[in-house]
């Protein structure tokens, strides 16, 4: 498989610099945090999480929900 190069900001390089594990290459990195990883792979997760919580629940009532004012 050939390579190609890219140009990315100082602060993309950084990001994806601080989230390299020893001994990884850069293009490992990236593989790793981008490859495969699809809007229905996301699906499939979030479909797994049990979502019916509150806000109270989810914070141990340490946040207050507040509803919105009526006109």
Do not use: C, I
């Not at 792979?41 to 340490?62: I, K, M, N």
């Amino acid at each position: 498989m050939g390579t190609k190069q890219m140009r990315v900001s100082e602060d993309l390089h950084a990001r994806v610099k601080s989230e390299n594990w020893e001994g990884e290459t850069l293009a490992e990195t990236l593989d790793r945090l981008v490859g495969g990883y699809s809007l229905t792979d996301f699906a499939d997760d979030a479909a797994e999480l049990d979502l019916d919580v509150s806000v109270e629940e989810a914070t141990d009532g340490s946040v207050e929900a507040t509803p919105p004012e009526s006109e």
